[in-house]
């Protein structure tokens, strides 16, 4: 029989430390994430001239306003690179709930056809964007 090995004391390793994205419009991003991530739990960490940042225990997330030499090419989810971000909260009411008020909000809702199940079946979620058109997912912890 082989020996048991002992876990090495936890560490942060392989946990996301933070993410950041560049915008068009800093002020229109932050009157959003501002509300989104509130309603996660994220907490305002930084702010400066050309951006902010929300933080959520050892997570934060950093938005920052684009050089105008790079706003014109825009943001497409489906080019090489960032396609979309997925938070989860506590259960599928909070899904419906937030749901509501993105759309009171006028957040596009993506895959109204198939919403709360465009991620299929056992997915609970809803997928709408954020003003550059970042795909952003709410998934429901009790799924």
Known sequence: MGRLVEKPPATRTGKLHHLEIYVSDLDRSQEFWRWLLKLLGYTLYQQWEHGFSYRLEDTYLVFVQ?????????????????????????????????????????????????HPFAGGPDHYAVYFEDPDRIKVELVADDN
Not at 74 to 84: A, C, F, P, S
Not at 87 to 97: G, L, W
């Open 66 to 114: 684009a050089s105008s030499e790079h706003e014109a090419a825009g943001y497409d989810r489906r080019r090489v690179g960032l396609n979309h971000l997925a938070f989860y909260v506590e259960s599928r009411q909070a899904v419906d709930d937030i749901t509501d008020l993105l759309r009171k909000r006028g957040a596009t809702i993506l895959y109204e056809d198939r």
